[in-house]
T-cell receptor, first 110, second 112 residues
Framework: EAQVTQNPRYLITVTGKKLTVTCSQNMNHEYMSWYRQDPGLGLRQIYYSMNVEVTDKGDVPEGYKVSRKEKRNFPLILESPSPNQTSLYFC?????????FGPGTRLTVL | SQQGEEDPQALSIQEGENATMNCSYKTSINNLQWYRQNSGRGLVHLILIRSNEREKHSGRLRVTLDTSKKSSSLLITASRAADTASYFCATDANTGGFKTIFGAGTRLFVKA
């Protein structure tokens, strides 16, 4: 089944403790992206990647890192999480002009 | 910055009625997409309209695009309770990359 998977789905952590949210797609898509969703603000793009080793900032990249060493994986790294990064995170891959979203990761930073 | 802005923020209708949602954007675009999100879950692509198109249909969905007004509308005809969800428009800025901007969404509630 064609899909985008994210792990973990839920995470509660404390300020400053580095974490990684994994994202994997099995559709061989070149383009992948990370978004965060906050109430009343819709989805905001954090980073995107147009291919392996090619990444670029979205609208809200501060406090996040990404890497794209393989086409299928696009992990999101929070090196020192803060409470304002509490949010619902979505990974997406893209083919042509259509994006395919993962199920989301709900992150709480205490 | 938010490019796509949906209107209304929330909409409540009876089953069988039509639902219309509007989206405005600020910059030149290549295309505009509409997505649906069931409560807290991943978004699902509904329909895409390109900048050189004015209207597009897909089943009970009808999308229009007015590039002169920088606006789009999504019409769901003969709505069903299962259409209850949040709907988002998204635009790809015409900058040569794939920077996508989503609006804040319209929450649609269809009463059975």
């Amino acid at each position: 089944e064609a899909q985008v998977t994210q792990n973990p789905r839920y995470l509660i952590t404390v300020t400053g403790k580095k974490l990684t949210v994994t994202c994997s797609q099995n559709m061989n898509h070149e383009y992948m992206s990370w978004y965060r969703q906050d109430p009343g603000l819709g989805l905001r793009q954090i980073y995107y990647s147009m291919n392996v080793e090619v990444t670029d900032k979205g609208d809200v990249p501060e406090g996040y890192k990404v890497s794209r060493k393989e086409k299928r994986n696009f992990p999101l790294i929070l090196e020192s999480p803060s409470p304002n990064q509490t949010s619902l995170y979505f990974c997406a891959s893209r083919f042509a002009d259509t994006q395919y979203f993962g199920p989301g990761t709900r992150l709480t930073v205490l | 910055s938010q490019q796509g802005e949906e209107d209304p923020q929330a909409l409540s209708i009876q089953e069988g009625e039509n639902a219309t949602m509007n989206c405005s954007y600020k910059t030149s675009i290549n295309n505009l997409q509409w997505y649906r999100q069931n409560s807290g879950r991943g978004l699902v692509h509904l329909i895409l309209i390109r900048s050189n198109e004015r209207e597009k249909h897909s089943g009970r969905l009808r999308v229009t695009l007015d590039t002169s007004k920088k606006s789009s509308s999504l019409l769901i005809t003969a709505s069903r309770a299962a259409d209850t969800a949040s709907y988002f428009c998204a635009t790809d800025a015409n900058t040569g990359g794939f920077k996508t901007i989503f609006g804040a969404g319209t929450r649609l509630f269809v009463k059975a």
